[in-house]
């Protein structure tokens, strides 16, 4: 059963910095992974779309990198700005019956003025 | 607009009562799902419909019930039966099913049992 694991889970940066999320899968045998945001009280925003054939994926100042082998994706956020701040999601599709899409925890992020 | 419409946003239940949470896609997707959300618990799927008048259980769907009866609509009916039913609903919707498409998410409807 896969399983995505996102560390840390809360992260508090200065305006302007340059951060990184991490987001570990157990089962390395994916054709996509997806990050997703989360404003308090709402639903999900999808942000990036990383296909396997794929490497990274940007959008913005925003960017999303996989690495299958060794079961990893990072998001990279530029300049972060307090805007920035809200909760952050990746999920991967389980091998199990639908293949459907199994969550990390979140990393909830502040971006400080 | 193309979208997901998830209603009532909030909505209040006795114990003992069903109650039906409605979401509409205009996307023209495929797939349709339901996600519960509690605090420090993530996203855990109910319910899913690859295809209309198709539907399969999730890893948590004891207590729910779904239809898929049009392509555009996936109403989750919560059942006297859930026993903790207080918690944040989300509808999804993607173009293919089975984890290929990008998950797309409505709103949310917030639950509470008093």
């Known amino acids: 059963k896969q399983e995505v694991t996102q560390i840390p889970a809360a992260l508090s940066v200065p305006e302007g910095e340059n951060l990184v999320l991490n987001c570990s899968f157990t089962?390395?045998?994916?054709?996509?992974l997806q990050w997703f945001r989360q404003d308090p009280g709402k639903g999900l925003t999808s942000l990036l779309l990383?296909?396997?054939?794929?490497r990274e994926q940007t959008s913005g100042r925003l960017n999303a990198s996989l690495d299958k082998s060794s079961g990893r994706s990072t998001l990279y956020i530029a300049a972060s700005q307090p805007g920035d701040s809200a909760t952050y999601l990746c999920a991967a599709p389980g091998m199990g019956a639908g293949n459907m899409l199994t969550f990390g925890g979140g990393t909830r992020l502040m971006v400080k003025p | 607009d193309g979208g997901i419409t998830q209603s009532p946003k909030y909505l209040f239940r006795k114990e003992g009562q069903n109650v039906t949470l409605s979401c509409e896609q205009n996307?023209?997707?495929?797939?349709m799902y339901w996600y519960r959300q509690d605090p420090g618990q993530g996203l855990r799927l109910i319910y899913y419909?690859?295809?209309?008048?198709?539907?399969q259980k999730g890893d948590i769907a004891e207590g729910y019930s779904v239809s898929r009866e049009k392509k555009e609509s996936f109403p989750l009916t919560v059942t006297s039966a859930q026993k903790n039913p207080t918690a944040f609903y989300l509808c999804?919707?993607?173009?293919?099913?089975?984890?290929?498409?990008?998950?797309?998410f409505g709103e949310g409807s917030r639950l509470t049992v008093l």
């Open positions: 990383i296909q396997s054939s794929q």
């Open positions: 419909s690859q295809i209309v008048n198709d539907f």
């Open positions: 999804a919707s993607s173009l293919p099913g089975g984890g290929f498409g990008e998950l797309f």
């Open positions: 089962d390395s045998a994916i054709y996509n």
């Open positions: 996307l023209n997707h495929d797939a």
